[in-house]
Structures are given as structure tokens and as C-alpha cells.
């Protein structure tokens, strides 16, 4: 008797008066795009961590530093008085591998072999052989980076060495890796933790390899010298400056 | 069948939200499904006008992605003027909205009834253009592409954004503000949206509405707890309108700057802003009710109450700006006075004289009942409203900069046609959004519309018939339903 | 679910349906209107809408953690700027004022929704398309024994279509 | 870790790259790999850490007065240099240009092959192949008559490069500088019997300079400036300054007065002065009031010593030279102000400009079989009216040693590019009995180049059989080491200072060259059509030409002007309104000899009567070539021109010049007249001036110096623009306002919610304890903006004014026009305010007080709490930092900085694959691996060298000590020439910048704002003539 009238856009049509619906979850998507946003804001964290990029020369740390026990310095020769630590020239590694060879005699408890790594260095050195020293066409060796911080980081390690903060701290325990990776995150709140909460000697000590009971001879030895033992004994965190222009200017 | 005359409900007033009648020309129920459903679906005239936006958002587009490209240089910025047309255009837009949440929101705390028609397009007219607006604080940066270093959210960084820095005030209030009120846009037009979901028969339509509608069944459950949170929302959004535009008005009273450091600035911009909404509403509803044939609904009544409030916000702008003048000449402050010396005698007079004829002088003629009730002198002078706000912020933001306190550091400033294409398709991007709103949905609140119109009744009361015919009926207010 | 449902064109006809049903018990009784009407209301006779309980807890949590936010950032890392006391508690008002706004507009919407029972997850009975046009609807919930005198009243009154539902 | 662009452009940490020094720098530092290479060095250098600067004394060779330099190097590069505070001339002060010496050692478009001419194309030859070359064309030119035009430089390579031309039967060489000022010159030799007295200004009571503009150029500039400053800086006895000119340059500027006399009409008012004419008539030639030059003249007297320069530029600058010396030994001035023992020699066996013409003459006449041109370029400086091109075509063989591809170059037919001067080895003889050293600081850019010069012509020599054993040397540098007295155990001790005592062989050779033919006529003052006096005079900055190849000089605003990257005309403003000339109006000069347009710059210091260019610009290449774009650019084509920087960039103004000289054979630079047209063009000018007015506002607030001695009076506070009844909170008028962390950072200041963390004043990293602040004394400064030179060296600060680093896409493009939007980046300034004479009228003296601006490092800076995400703060030690990696670029700090020192970079000027990069290959090796470059969309300003800061406290804990006051200081500071910047912790009374601020003088600029600086200026001093009122405010 009522119908509905007509109108331009809607005709009347029957309509029975139940009718079954299904309501989809708008409430899932909301969800899933405040889950995606989050996510994309977290990503990126630290996107080169742990990154391992193969050497031109499978340079091992674990040999030089774990089984000849040679200090850092002694290649990275300016990190503790510049903001760079300084790569060995290739010069440095001739110096000890003209004597070394790569035909390596048999020593301690192992028998001769042949390092075709030292082989590589040789050919970038262009040294003739044992005992020769660098040739006219050396090139140096193209190392690819692991540790980059931005640009607009300023990065002292002058100052980080010289506060006894060891080198494993940031960078892993080095003398360990067979191929070096980025150990540490290198992001900002990784930085920034450890300036506002503090160094603790005595971990950074543990990473370098001074974990069974540090004695006084080997604190000695640890970089930082005679700091290192005061700190460790009060226990005391170092903390560091977290000013924002101490690395960004 | 007890067909008794008795009343409804003894000593109750029937319900019928304004007294007088509002819409003399709508019959009944059906009626304004009809019509206002009839407003829905594309059209050629349609097509053509949303082309055009769509071309404009699109100049501005690409002009925003040369800029990102090439550096903000390709925008005319000539130090020390750092602002100039993206933050002019962005108060400008920020202003256009609140005229939108002051209809829906506290007119409707009001019960003011010429708010019914019009507030759905106030309202869409709002999320679009603090959409529009919020844009320009990102396109205006140096580095966009950073923008989340304003957003506070936890993050390997460990810093957060500065909270007492206007700027993140800003984003909290834009933020808020383009949540609440696109909420509000929306709960509204839940049940408008169920409506157009049990009329339309075209299944996909049909689905699309249907998800939007949430199932919405106008039950009485429904209904009462609707209308409750819709109240409070309006209550909530009351506050944020006058905040949100005093927290944009910080973005200049914080500053130091002669001309901006003022304490006038959030009611001045408050006013300011309603009062260029309201332009902008005229701007939207006058064709809108012209080509939609919806004279009978907007009425001239409406239109009439409007221009009452947008020549009232006039002259309270209109005093803001004499304030300013006579705090900065009272101040005895050489850099005020030489500021406002320079605003309306300086390099940038005209400006100046725009904005004051445009936004003081011009709407006095609204004093005329006669204009007021006069739709195409309305939609002129809204258009003068728009373009005298603009200029208003221009003046706010440019010569200020351009003559700080620093003379060797005065300066200029002189727009590109990125500027210009920015702000062309800052405009396209909001008509746009407009467009497709206004062929998608409702322009007018329907169910809203439905309750102040006289429901069906099977017996006449006495009581209802006087209630229905009481209120001044203007003959030539009744355009006739088509 | 069961019942009966009519649909009516005159809204003083649906009310007096509804009383009539009410006198008769019939207990679970849904109106469908197409705008919210008074009418409805006072005879269906529900308790005011819980919203606003939910708007003032949420209303209060919002100023708060507007307020938390900022004095947290800011002794998180403090840092100075133009002077002024790292915990700045006049401007951080304004932020309290927003999150205020945005955390309680937020849930009163979701107590609306939460209270109304949308969006509706499950299948929807008695209701029919017309209701959102012009007609008002009545619902009522009842024993199939019970559903021709349900029937009866909803005719009674002029109920322009009356039918069962199962 | 995300990417990010701030830093895009040279990677700081690719300097690491080119660690192996000489070889394959070039190629390494281009290119980046994703992944990032780390090269090592071959062999490790000896002194070099990596990272850490190594530091080499040399010698300047921008002008002839060879200043002593240090040159700060990095992993092989030098990038930057200061002066050598151990050298005796300059003291460690260095001037604009001598800092720019970099950009010339790193100039994109420097030759890097030697080429020959063939045939109209150009064709790069080996180095072998040049001195073949070379040796064979010496050979067919034996006998026919050689000219060597050399850049003036003293020093052994003049005596070297005489004997070299001896052998081959040629004349000496010609030791040109075109901008000395040969007439003082021959005045000085006539009346002290040097050529250039050691001038003292702090010992007179009165100085007076005809045209003398010895802040500009005129003479040795940097010991000048340094002694002038000293002399206005002392607060008893300061000596009074009278400018007479008819135009005031920056040294007029610094005038107390103004003597604004008709060109050419200084001889009548320095006769009268030396008591040789009459006061009446010397007030009627020059259009001056005679009661002024009577009170002058009677000050003169009243005044002694004395100190009276001239450096008039008409023709007869050799007659107002001999009168001033007259007033000078009348002012009891000579070994007192004037001390010839003390003889600067930097200008011995300079030849002038009417040899250089006579030789000129000798070419058009077919009597030059071979020519060469060394260090400088006659073809821009001379003035077209001789024709050089024509006369020098006639020179069969032309060889350039240019390193540049200048004007005169381009003529020649041989190029053997030199090796830069911080790439080789030379010594220079500035003052008597001392040599100044010059090494090189780096291998050179180019390894294609394989020596210097003077290898080249060792190299030549030797392929000559009567010749080659008198050059056994293998190099120039063993030649030195064999001319050093001592030899080279004492030249290694001597280098490490860069100077040393004694002198390298004898004295110059003697002008042994032909007298020059009588061709040139000597053009009576004021010849020529037209209205105005044409006053021509060499840039300041840029010279007669030389500097325009250097954006940093390019961009660097005259100190005057404040023009850069164009050419103006400078006009009274009185005339210009009778004219209807609006500044920017384009304006047609015409003289007798030709046209030029440029705009004009209504400039209250210029003579109603006259009309000012200067000279530098309008370098042009002759092979049309088309303008320089950097996405196609092929680093293979040579840029003609001058260089990219150069090339049509303002006119010649030696284009309408008249080829006169002075009596001594100088320029005549103000000999002709000159009328002007409107062409109807007009355009913004790229100045960096908004107002020359300070509007009242007190930034540059100045005081007499007899109230210097009085006690201080209530009044002698400024009138404050603000509320005048304002009560300023205690604290303020402080040396350096209160910080924020409270006064000083003291443990016992009050907690203002402020003590939180780092800020707080026990906590133990301790860096509240400092408050970097500076002091800048206005009556030391002299406006040279030698600090702003020093600050875009230091802080990697790009030039934005090259045409091309505008908008890709229907952009106008011009030199400057980021100058003309306010674009420019430079982080200090010199605002330059004119006080009195509102009008604008002829004939009412004005002041000029000279404010270096820079960011003021406010305790409650504006700036900071805008800032919505902490790029900008209050460091705990008193900066104010801007932290460029957070910087998202809403430039709100800008806009409320109240000194407007921030800037922002519009276009990515540090992303190297940009048009608008502001380091093109190898300039980029000069930036400063301590200091980030900036990508586009971020917000820069003065860090005050934090830099530095952190290189000193990290040196410092090395060496587990504390900083020592005065230790370090900034760029600024470290350059100024006037000392007038003085940088250091406020809150330690041991550093100098701790007792300067408390001087009676200190105010903070726009102190009413409540700012809490950290720059506090010390007021100028006026010195005004007892009865004439002093210009106020």
C-alpha cells in the first residue's frame, strides 16, 4: 500500500525485509597499517650491522692479534692520536712480510705451507720476493669499509683510545674474526647509551681478552695504562660527554 | 483499532528541532532521500570540473617534486623572508577549515538551525582543507623527506622532538585536529551512509557503502548512544577549533619578530580564520546549491545568518587589526612603529590595502538585509573574503620578515611560478577531494535533515499542526522541489 | 534469533504499537527509525548513553599523558633552549590540551561504536532497507507461540507490513 | 644507517682516499663506490698522522708585498691558510686575497697540460714536448728581441730569470704590477732614497692621505692595516684621519674626515698644506670650503709627527706625491712616522706601466721576435685604447707561463702552465735584510705539470749546448738551496719559520732594458668629453683582474659597495636623483675611447662631479665561447675567459681608459671624463646591503675619544631603540650577558629549571665551566672582510653567486642573482652603516661604521626554542649549536634570529652532482675535513669554530692537560688583520676575551631583547676635528 515513491537515482525495489550482512574488519586494516608504520620507523636501525664484505686480501686478524699478540696500534698507528685510527701502509705489512714470505718455512708446530693471501700482497707490493723490498709499480690494496659512520659524525678515537675505552668495545672482539664484521650497531642510541650510562672498564677489558682475573701487569698493558686499574677497582662507569655538538658540527 | 485523539505524551513537546519550519518546500522523508540522493553520481559537468582540479593538483605536484629535486631555491624565498607563500597558504587553509568545525561543532551546541544545510559541506570542506593544509608544513620544509623527526615515537635515536617549539605544537594540533574532525565528518555520515547502502544497486557502490556504513541498522540503541557521542565530540571539537588556530597563531606570537610578536594574535586569528571559512563556504555553497537544485534546503534564511556571522567575525578582525596598530604606535617601540609604518606606507602597501578592503571595508556592505539575502553578491564577496585572508597572512608572514630588526638585512621577496604552482594546486587538491566527496556522499545530513522535517503521522495532532506551520516563511525562500 | 517485525509509515502509529506491545510484555523490542526521534525514546524508556563516562576517564587519561609526554622528552635529554627550564610546564599545556582532545574525542567514538555494537561483526536480523529510508521499523523478539499476537498489535495499528523472522 | 644528504657532496672521510699522496689523487677522490673503499698509503710520510694537520711556512705571492703564510695541510692537501705570526711584515695577519690563494691553487679551470696553438685549435703537448719546443723557437728568435713580462714578485726568481734571459741575448724582464703605485714609489726614492718607507701610523698625531688608500691595496696592505689598527685602537693619542679624494674608498671610509675635493685638484690642496700654494686657491680648485682646509692646515702644523701618504690616481700623482713628502718632512714625520731605514723592498725593481708600454710599442713595430707573459695579464689591464692584441699578434712567438687561461694567453701560441706558488719553490725579500721563504705545501694538483717556471727554463736551458753548463742544477729548487746563505742546513732550519735573515745574492738586476720609445703621450688631467670625472681604481679585492677566477673574491662583497659578482658605477646620490637615476639603473659611460654599461650605485661618498668604477671585472674570451654549464661541462675544454668564475661577469672599465701615465710611469687611473646615458635597464643589485642605515637601532654604536678619558657619563649609553624607560635586568651590560645555565656556569648560580644533566654546574664532565664568547673592537675594524674569507675557508661555506647555481628550469641566470635574493652564505658579515648625512647632500661628511656580524651566541637565544626537533640548542659550554644532520629545514630560527645570521642552504651547494655545487673538482679538495658539508634544505651558521674547539680540548687530552688560555682561537680572529677579533673562553679571566669584555666600551647589539650575547662589541671611536661637530647617530 506504502510503496516507496520513486526518485531519480533509486528505484523502489523490494527489499526482503531480512537480509544477511557481513561486516568486515575495519578495525584489521587499521591495525595492520598502524603495524607497518611502526615497522618502517624501527627498520633501519642499523641496516650495515653485521655486515662482512670479502677483503682483496683475506687479511687475519685472529693470527696477528690472538696468535702473535700484536697490538692494534701498531697498524692502526694514529687511532690513538687522531680521529682516524690510520690503516697500515703497505709498506708496514712489507716490512715483517718480506721476511715472512709466502712460502711459509715450517714453524712452531706447523708444517710448511703456502699462503696465496701473502701472494696477493706480494703482487699489490710488487715485491720480487723474500727479502725485496716494495717495486716501482705497488699499488695500494683497495681494503672495503665495514665501520662508516655519516659524514656529519665526528668520530675521535684519539679520545675514546686515550680514556682506556679497548677497541673490541665498539668493534667486536677482532682478534676473533677470521673475516671482520660490523659488530656494533653504530646508531646513535648505541653511542649515546654508552656516554650517558658509561664505559665499564672492566668489560671493555673482558672483550679484549683480559677476562680471566686481570692482574695489575696486564691493566698495564691494556690501553688507557694506569687509568684503567682505578676505574676498575672502584667499579665506576666512565661516562662521556652527550652533547650534541661533541660529534655533529 | 483504538483510534483515539489523544495526545502523544502529555505535557511533552513533540520534537522538532528548530520552531520555526525550516524547510517549507520539503515534504517528507522520502523526499530528501530523493533529492539529496539524487545529488549522487558522476556527471559530465562533474568530470570536466574535477579534471580541471585534478590538473591543478597535479602542477602543484610536480612543482613540489622539482622542489624536492633541486632544493627549496626554486621557490622565490629571498632571505630574510624564510616564509612566504607555503605558510601564508597553510594558515590560509588552516583558517578555511575551522569556519567547517565551528558550523558542525559549535553551532550545532548551540542549536543555531541554519547550521543543518550546510554543516555536512562545512565539515567535508574542513578535513579537506586541513588536508590541504597539513600539507604545506612537510612541502615547506628543507628536507621533507625528514619529516617524522617532528613526530615523537621512540627510535634508535633516542631524541625526540622539541615541546616547546610551536612547530611541534603545530603538529600536535593539526594531527588532532584532522583526526577529530574527519571522526566527526565521518560519524556523521554513518547513517547517511547506511541509507545510500540500502538505496544503491549497484553491487560494488552497494559493498563499498556497505563497508563504510558499518552496519549501521538505525536502531534505537544506535541511535541513543549516537547522538550522545555526538554531542560530546562536538563539545571536544568546540575547544579545538579556537586552540588549533591560537596554537597556528603561535607560530608567530612566539616569534620575536616585529608584527608577530603580538598577544592579540589568538583571538585575532581565530576570528580570522571563521571568518575566511565562512567566505570559503559561501565560495562552495552558493553553485553548490544552485547546481544541485537544493535552493529549498539551503535557504536564504540560512545564507542570511551566515553573512551575520561573517560580517560579525569582520569587524572584530577588522579591530584586531586597528589593535595592532595602536599597541605598536602606544608601544613606544621603535621597531613595531617602523614595522607598521612600513606595513601599510612600505614596500608592501598593497598587500596591506588589499587585505584591509577586502576584509574590513567590503563586508560592511552585509550590514544590507538585502545583500545578505543576495546569493550572487554573497558569492562575490566571499571571493574578495578569500583572496582579502590570504593577503591578510601574506601580510603577516612576508613584510614582517622582509623588515626585522636587523636593517642591514632588510630584504624582498619575490614568488616563482613554483610558489604560484603550489599554491594553484594546493587549491586543486582541495576541490579535488571536494569534488569526489560531493558525488560520493551526501552534501547535506540527511538523517539529520529527516529529523527536523514533521514525521508521518496517522493522526493529526493539534499540538504538531501548530508546532508546523509557527515561523516566518519569506515568499520567495520556497523553491520548489523538482 | 525470532521475532516479528513491522514496518510502519506514520511514526504516532509505530509509538502506539510500541506501547501496546510493552503492555503486553513483550520484552526485547528494537525501533529502526530513520532519524532519532524523541518519541521513541521516551517510550522505549532506555537509561542515558554511557558514553560520556567513558569520554571524561579518557578525556583525563589524554590531559595527562599530554602532559606526561613532554616533561618526559624533555628530562629524557635535556637540553636547553633559549633559556628556558628544561620542564617547561606552560607550553607543554597546549599539548596537554591536544592529546586531551584526541585521546577522548577517540574514545568516545569507540565507546559509541563498542556501546552501539558497531561495526557489527555478525549477521544482522529484523532489520530491513527501508528503515533508513521513511518508514520506522519495530522489532520484536519473541517465541514463535508467542508471534501472531506480536503480529496482531503491530497490524492493529496500521503496520504497514508485518512479517516473521527466523 | 640510513643515507643521508646533509653530508652528500665530498665525503670527509674520502680524504682518506688519497692518502697515497702524489699518485692517482686525482682519480681516487672522483669516484664512490657503495660500498666505500679504504685506501691505504704505500708509504707511510714520516711527519704525517693521518687526520691531523701538518702546518707549512711559505710565502703569499697574491701581491708584491709577500706576506708570510702558513699553510695549513691535511693528508697531502693544503686547506687553509693563515699568516705567519713569526713574519715580519704581516705578523700573522692575512688578507682576503691572500687567503684566496687556494682557490687559485685548486681553480677548476687552472691549465693542467701544457698546449700549443695551432692553427687556431688548441693542442696539449708533454711537458718534453714544450721545453722542445720551446728550445727550438729560442733558437730562430736569438737577436731578435725578447720581452718577458713577469708579475713584480722580489725575491731571487727576478735575478734568476734576468740571467736565463741573458743568455739568450734578451733584455730583463719586465717586473709588472700594474696596481702599485709607481709615483709614490719614485716620490719615496727622490725624497727618502727607498722605494717604500716603512709608514708608521701609531706613531702619529695626525694622518692625512692624498688617494693613499693603504687599506685597500695602495702599498703593503696587511702591515699597514695591522699598524693602523693599533694606532686608532690606542685609547691616548690616537691619531686623527683625514681622507682627501675625491672619492672615499674603504681607507676613506675610515676617515675621521673627508675632504671631498674635485679629481685632479689634490696637488693645489697638498701645496697649500706644504705651505707651497695658497689656502684660497687651493679651496677654489677643489670646490672645498677654505675654512676647512685652513683648520686642516693649521692642525698639520699643530700636529707632529705627521703621516701624509698620497696615492692620487691622475697624472700628476708624481707632483702630488713630491708635495705630500714636502708636508711630511715639514710635519717632522720622516723617521718618525716615515723611517726609511726600515725600508719595505717588496716593490724594488718594479718596472712601470710606460716600460711595459714602450715594450708594447716595440711589438706593434715588429721588434720582438719572442714574448713571454708570466703571472700576469696585460691583454685586461691595459687599456684597449693601446691595442695589445694587435701589438703582441706581431710577436711571432708568444708564450704564456699562465696557470690560468686569462685573456693574454689565450693570444699566446705556447702555454706551459706554472705550478701554483703553494706548490713550488721561491723566496721573496719584503723587508730589508730578511728573506722570506716559500715552499711547497703539497705535491702538485696536477702531475702533468712537472715544475715551475723556472724548471721549465732550467729544462730549456740545458737543451742549449753554450747554456746547459751554467744550469747544472736539476732543479730550481737546487739553485735555491745553492743561492741560500748557509746553504741547506741553514735553509732547513729557516723553514719551520718560513723566514730567515740575510738575502739571496745581490740585488735585483738593474733596469738594464732599452729606455722606452717617446710613443706615449702623457694626457693632461681631465681630457676627454663629457660631464663627469671618470675615477677608475683597482678593486680591492679583485685588483686590475687577478681575483676574478676565485668565487671566494667574487663573492666576498666590496668592503665599500657591498657589490659582488658585478661590475657598478658608483654616483653621488644628489647627482643621481638631479639625473633621475635609480640605484640598479643600467648606465651607458662613454669617453673618448669607448662605452661601457654597467648599474648604478648611488654612493654618498663619490664627488658630485665624478663617476666610479672599479677595475676586475669584464673578463672576456676572445673565442666567443658559450656560458659555462656544469652538467655538460668537459673538463678538457679550457675556459677562456679567465675561468668559468671570470668569464663575462661585469665590464672591463680599462676599456674606456686612455693609455696615460704619470709622470714617474705609472697608470694614470683619473685622467678622463666621462658622460653618462640611462639605458632604461634596471636591476637589483647583487649587494648584500638591505639598509645602509642603522634606523637608530644601535648595532653599530660609536663614542668620541675624548670621552674616552673622561669619566663615564650617564648619557654616553646608546639611546636604545626599544623602550627607552626599559629596566634591564642585572646581569645585562655585563662583559658576556649571563648564560643560560646561569651566570657564567658558576656552581653557585640559581637553578632556573636549567641544571639538569651536562647544564648542570657539578657535573663532572665539566663543560659548563667554559663560556666561548667574543669581542669585536668597531674601533679596531676597518671593514677589509679579510674574517669573512677566512670564515668560508674554515667552515667549507659555498659560493652561491656563479650564474649558474640557480634553478634548472625557466630560471633567470646572472652572476649574483643569489646575492640579489639575499642568498648569500657568509656566516660573518660586514654590515657596513653610513651615519649623518640623511639627505644625501654634497657636502656634509659622514661616518662609516664597519659591524662584523655573525652569530651571536646568545644565552637565551631566540632561535632555539622554535626549532621543533633540537637542531638548534644552547650548548653547555655557550654555544649555539646547529645540529645540521637534524636540521629538517623549517628555517623558523631564521626568522627569529633579531641579527639575521643564519642561512640556508637553497640548492644542494654541497652535493656534488648538482648544478649548483659550489666545489667543482679540485676545489673541493680545499674543504675542511673537520667541518661537515652542507646539503640542501638545512639551516647553517657560525658554530664559532666549534671545530676547533674539539681539536683543541682532543689535543689537549693527548696531552693530559687543560686548555691553555689563548691557546686557539677562530678563523676570524686568527685572520683579521686589524686584531680587532679577539675569541675565548669568558668565563676563565685568563683568556683575553675575559678582560677585553669588560671594557668601558662593551655593548651587546640589540641588548634590549634580552638576548644574553655572547659577542660583545667595544665601541667605535670617533676622533672629531676640534669645532667640527662629529656625524652622530
Redesign the interface.
Known sequence: ??K??N?????S?P?????????????GLLALAIGAV?LS??S?????QHGS?VQPIAFPHTVHVQKLGMNCLYCH??A?????P???????CIGCHNMIGPQRPASDLGPARTSAEIQKLYKFADVAGMGAG?GAN????????IH???????F?H??HI?AGVTCQTCHGQIQKMDRVYQYA?????WC??CHVNGYSPKEGLEAAGYADQPTSATLAAAPGGSAAPVALATGERK????????C?? | MAATATPLRDGERPNIASAAVRFPAVRDYDQVDREIGGTLGPSLGWFAALGIAILCMLVGASAWVYQIREGLGVAGFQPPVMWAVYITTFVFWVGIGHAGTLISAILYLFRAGFRTSIYRVSEAMTVFAVMTAGLFPILHLGRPWKFFYLIPYPNWRLIWPNPKSPLVWDVFAILTYLTISSTFLYVGLIPDIAILRDREKNPIRKAIYAQLALGWRNSDREWRHFTRAYLFLAAFATPLVLSVHSVVSFDFAMALTPGWHATIFPPYFVAGAIFSGIGMVFTIVIPLRKFFHLEHYITLNDLDAAAKLCLFTSTVVGLAYVTEFQIAWMSGNRFEIDYFWNRVFGQWAWAAWIMLICNCVLPLSLWSQKLRRNPTWLFMLSLTINLGMWFERFVIIVPSLAHEFEPWQWGTYRPTFIDYSILLGSFGWFFMWFLLFIRQLPVMAMSEIKEIIPPRMRFAHAGLEHDLTEGTVYPDDTGAPH | MQGVLGAFNEIDAAVHAIEDLKKDRFGDITVFTPTPRHEFEHVMKHPPSKVRIVTLIFGLCGVTFGYWIPVWISDYWPIIVGGKAVAAWVPFTILGFEVMVLIGGLATVFAMFAMAHIPRLTTTVGYDARFSGGQFGVWVVTDPDRADQAMTVLKQHGAAEVRRER | MTQDTTTSGVKRREFLKVLGASSAAIAAVGCSEPTGKLIPYLVSPDETVPGVSTYYATTCRECSAACGMIAETRDGRAIKLEGNPEHPLNHGALCARGQSALQGLYNPDRLRVPMVNEGGTWKPITWDDAVARLAQALGGARGKGGVFINQHESGSFPRFLDGWLAGYGFEPHLSVDFEADSAAIEANRRTYGVAWPALSFSDAKLIISFGADFLDGWGASVPQQLDFADARAKLDGAPRFVYVGPRRSLTGLNADEWIACKPGSELAIANAFAGKGSIQQAATESGVDAAQLQRIASEIGASKPVLALSGVGGADALEVALAVAAINQAGGAVGATIKPAQAITSFDGMTTTAELLGQVERMRAGQVGIAFVRGTDPAHYLPRAIKFAEAFAKVPVRVSFSSYPDETTELCNLVIPDLHALESWGDAAPIRGTISLQQPAMDPVYPTIKGGTADFLIAVAKKDAALASRYSVDSYRTWLIAAFPGGAPALATALPHGIANGSMGGAAAAAARPAAPATITVQPKGTGEGDFFLITYPSPLLGAGRGANKPWLQELPDPVTKICWSSWVEIHPETAERLGIDRGDFLDVKTSNGTIRAPAFPYLGVHKDAIAIPSGQGHRSQAKLAPFEPKHHDASQVQWGYGRYARDVGVNVFDVLPASTNAAGGFAWTVTKASISKTGDNRILPSTEGSARQHGRGIAQAMNASDLTNPPRPEEKEVLPGDASHEFLPGLRSPVAADAQGELGAPTAQDQGTHKGLYDPNDPRGMTRRRWAMTIDLARCTGCSACVTACYAENNIPTVGAYWQVASIWAESRPGLNIERGREMNWIRLERYFEGNLDGKFGVDFETRFVPMLCQHCGNAPCEPVCPVYATYHSPDGLNVQVYNRCVGTRYCSNNCPYKVRYFNWFGYGEADRKQYAFPEPLNWQLNPDVTVRGKGVMEKCSFCVQRIREAENRAALEHRDLVPNEFTTACAQACPSRAITWGDAADPNWTVAQLAHDRRAYHVFEELNTYTAVVYLKKVNHPAAGAPAPRA
Request: proline share 8%; net charge positive; hydrophobic share 35%.
Open positions: 500500500m506504502n516507496f515513491t526518485s531519480r537515482s533509486f528505484d525495489h527489499i526482503a525485509m531480512t537480509k544477511r550482512r557481513q561486516w568486515t574488519a575495519i578495525p611502526m620507523a624501527y633501519g636501525a642499523s641496516s650495515s664484505p698507528n694514529a690513538n692520536k687522531s680521529m682516524d690510520g690503516l697500515p701502509a703497505v709498506s708496514t716494495m705497488a699499488k695500494p690494496i683497495p681494503w672495503v669499509r662508516k659512520l655519516p659524514e656529519y659524525v665526528h675521535p684519539t679520545r686515550n650497531t653504530l646508531n646513535m642510541g649515546v647509551s661516562k662521556a660527554r652527550y652533547d650534541c655538538a661533541n655533529h658540527y
